[in-house]
């Protein structure tokens, strides 16, 4: 699979954007600040119908326009797919395939996968829980479309059943049968999303420690582990008995939207004894793990995106990442650099079709130098 073209309207800081794209190997060229990662971020949007940099859809719209939409078209074998992302301000977004509107935007999610690997990665060691359970729901709602439902309707329970705690709260009146009607469905929910993440990290585990030990080429011990009260033995009693400490905390304190995934060097966390490099070479093997674990399950291979990665990894680790370019581990990629001798430079010995593309203050021409 990859992506044959991209047009774009009032997206961000391109006002009209027009490229077709090699299925090889495409590089996306120029200053900081010009526009290069936009692009990543409109082919991302073609895969799951959003932005991975910013959620907040009125900031997507170039500046002084009323909407955006961002268009393209993606070859599997024989079969050429249309996809188009729009929002316009007052509105909801719309997303179609071939023409016609979804009727459930969520229903798109994992037809057309991609794998990011940005210079923000090293948040899902240095942030808080949400962000290492986002990466996980990414990965398994690319690959388990019921997944994504139970998911989507445990988070709609959980709204629901925190907005009546804060209005039990402020009416100072208390209803224990009503409350218990979001009991039952958020631990039935729940249950099932605690075991379907605990399976992927048993599946996921032997490709991530594959391709960190490649990249390190160490002994050093590495692991991630899921934490999950959902799967202790009593819990949906000890939920059940939570009661008044939720309507005091006015929100609910127990369930699997509490989980994490622990990121260890040895026995201790990465982010706390771990060097940059041993940090870095965790979270790109984090991201081509992703990216195996999605062509086993599939039977293609997602599209990659790498954006500024040549300024993160030192010369070694990019040493091995090119040699598995060079092999044709992977298929369509699209590499964004501010310095287009360093990119020629690094995939001089890339035997692959490359296709650069530059980019200047939201304009882009393809060129062939």
Known sequence: MYLENLSLTFFKNYQECSLNFSQNINCILGPNGSGKT?????????????SAFNVVEQQNIHHGQEFYSVRGSFRHSTKKTRVQCSFKSGEKKVVKKDGTPYQRISDHIGMFPVV?????DTDILRDGSSIRRKFMDVIISQLDPGYLQNLLKYQRT??????????????QKFDAHLLAS??????VLGEKIAHRRFEFVQQFMPLFLDHYQTLCEASESVSIQYKSEALDSGFQQRFLN????DLSLQRTELGVHKDDLTCLL????????????????????????????INLEKGF????????????????????LIEM????????????????ERTDRILETVDNEIKKIRVEQGHVAETND
């Open 38 to 50: 936009n692009l990543l971020d409109a082919i991302y949007y073609l895969s799951f119908t959003k």
């Open 116 to 120: 990011l690997i940005s210079p923000y």
């Open 158 to 171: 959980l709204l629901q059943r925190n907005q009546l705690l804060k209005e039990f709260a402020s009416k």
């Open 182 to 187: 979001y009991d039952q469905p958020l631990l």
């Open 242 to 245: 939570n009661h008044h400490r």
């Open 266 to 293: 040895g026995d201790h966390l990465i982010r706390k004894i771990g060097s940059q490099g041993q940090q870095k070479s965790f979270v790109v093997a984090l991201k081509l793990a992703q990216f195996d674990l």
């Open 301 to 320: 291979k997602p599209i990659l995106l790498l954006d500024d990665i040549f300024d993160k990894l030192d010369d070694h680790r990019i040493g091995k």
């Open 325 to 340: 370019v060079s092999g044709n581990r992977f298929g369509q990629i699209f590499i964004t650099d501010a310095r287009p």
